[in-house]
């Protein structure tokens, strides 16, 4: 069984920054992981998505330039480096993994049904 647990999440100040950490265990190799958010009353929000393979990221325009999704070459473990953050920032955000190939190479971000494991999600809050 594929399991995700994240990790980081928190109270920090605007303008503050956040490390978040999604540790996987019982997978044997994964294609993709990735970070989405969820504000309240909202849509779960696609962020950041990394092909393990090839190392290859892609980021929300809302996060670009603030947000970095990286993984741990030793070990399947994918970080949310958060810089910058704002009050709009605020939500639960989860780890997402995804064990399945496309046909095709695929550059844009990964809808939420697209990936089959999900943590549990860490609180993130963002305020003064």
């Known amino acids: 069984e594929v399991q995700l647990v994240e990790s980081g999440g928190g109270l920090v100040q605007p303008g503050g920054s956040l490390r978040l950490s999604c540790a996987v265990s019982?997978?044997?190799?994964?294609?993709?992981l990735a970070w989405f958010r969820q504000a309240p009353s909202k849509e779960r929000e696609g962020l950041a998505l990394?092909?393990?393979?090839?190392?290859?990221?892609s980021h929300a325009d809302s996060v670009k330039g603030r947000f970095t999704i990286s993984q741990d070459n030793a070990k399947i473990t994918v970080y949310l480096q958060m810089n910058n953050l704002k009050p709009e920032d605020s939500g639960m955000y989860y780890c997402a993994a995804r064990q399945a190939r496309f046909a095709g190479f695929t550059s844009r971000l990964l809808r939420p049904n697209e990936f089959n494991f999900w943590g549990q999600g860490t609180q993130v809050t963002v305020s003064s």
């Open positions: 990394i092909n393990r393979p090839s190392n290859w990221t």
């Open positions: 019982g997978a044997q190799s994964l294609e993709y």
